[in-house]
């Protein structure tokens, strides 16, 4: 039977199927989708269902998603575990701008920590490393904001695996948030590392952007009608048995599909049915910021 619990960081147990909150901004991650009192009602009820882990970003919205989870959920109850990013600036929808310098980064999560309302952020994750700064600085910053008692645990999220070890020589990383799904396999040196040393993966696309939802390869539909399930939820499941560290946050903005997607934790694959879906071809990995 899979293990539907992770401990993150070593000390933060949570449940291995989480919510992400990009569905809950607009088109490009940008403005609202819907209205505000859906959006709330849906975290609440994804934290009423089981959820034990909120993945979220400064520059989702921007800053409309941390607001939404700190409106719906604060006081945050114990044993949820609520994650966000920086170290990106918006200009408009799918406008994306890495800004990595250290002063940039406390900016960023200082502002993070007052929409959320909380003194220390469970998990703070650098959206991009930027190549204009070198990732000794970048690193250093969050390791002191770490030390101050503002970030719990760091992450990294697109990252390679040479540069999650360089980056193990400077600072304790707790996960990493890199594409990887049925389809996407190409960080599988990575997801390797992970599995090495205990970090979380926090794999972003996790549903292959939609194309694991409406049909997907032929071993995806077989395993899901013997099972009852969605394609969808196949996906899922496999990314539950494929490694004990994958921490898939889907996003939704949709309270039917929320419990479809949480429900595939249920789903109890066979050795044979892993096997096949661990068969399916992989294709190249998804470019760009959204969706990490």
């Known amino acids: 039977m899979t293990d539907t619990v992770f401990s993150l960081g070593g000390e933060l147990p949570l449940r291995r199927l989480g919510l992400g909150t990009g569905g809950l901004v607009g088109p490009?991650?940008?403005?609202?989708?819907?209205?505000?009192?859906d959006a709330v009602a849906l975290l609440r009820a994804a934290v009423a269902q089981g959820v034990r882990l909120i993945d979220t970003a400064d520059n989702y919205g921007p800053e409309l998603a941390e607001e939404l989870v700190a409106e719906a959920l604060h006081p945050y109850g114990d044993g949820l575990?609520?994650?966000?990013?920086?170290?990106?600036?918006r200009t408009g929808p799918d406008e994306w701008h890495v800004a990595g310098r250290p002063g940039d980064l406390r900016?960023?999560?200082?502002?993070?920590?007052?929409?959320?309302r909380v003194e220390r952020i469970d998990l703070y994750q650098l959206h991009r490393f930027d190549p204009a700064v070198p990732m000794a600085e970048q690193l250093g910053e969050l390791g002191r904001l770490?030390?101050?008692?503002?970030?719990?645990?760091?992450?990294?999220?697109?990252?390679?695996?040479p540069q999650l070890r360089e980056?193990?020589?400077?600072?304790?990383?707790?996960?990493?948030?890199?594409?990887?799904?049925?389809?996407?396999?190409?960080?599988?040196?990575?997801?390797?590392?992970?599995?090495?040393?205990?970090i979380a993966f926090l794999p972003y696309y996790p549903l292959g952007s939609g194309a694991l939802t409406g049909?997907?390869?032929?071993?995806?539909?077989?395993?899901?009608?013997?099972?009852?399930?969605?394609?969808?939820?196949?996906?899922?499941?496999w990314?539950?048995?494929?490694?004990?560290?994958?921490?898939?946050?889907?996003?939704t903005g949709s309270p039917a599909h929320l419990a479809q997607n949480l429900a595939a934790a249920s789903i109890r694959l066979a050795p044979g049915e892993v096997a096949l879906l661990d068969a399916v071809a992989g294709v190249a990995g998804v470019a760009g910021v959204a969706g990490g």
């Open 239 to 251: 990314l539950l048995h494929h490694s004990p560290v994958l921490c898939p946050t889907p996003g």
């Open 215 to 237: 049909g997907g390869a032929a071993a995806v539909t077989g395993v899901a009608a013997a099972h009852g399930a969605a394609t969808g939820q196949i996906a899922l499941a």
């Open 167 to 198: 980056a193990l020589e400077s600072v304790p990383v707790a996960s990493v948030q890199n594409p990887y799904n049925l389809l996407d396999r190409s960080s599988a040196r990575v997801l390797a590392l992970c599995e090495e040393r205990g």
């Open 107 to 116: 900016r960023m999560c200082e502002a993070s920590l007052r929409r959320l």
């Open 81 to 89: 575990v609520v994650a966000t990013k920086g170290g990106v600036v």
């Open 28 to 37: 490009g991650y940008w403005g609202p989708r819907g209205s505000r009192a």
């Open 146 to 161: 770490r030390e101050e008692g503002k970030i719990r645990h760091i992450g990294l999220d697109t990252v390679s695996a």
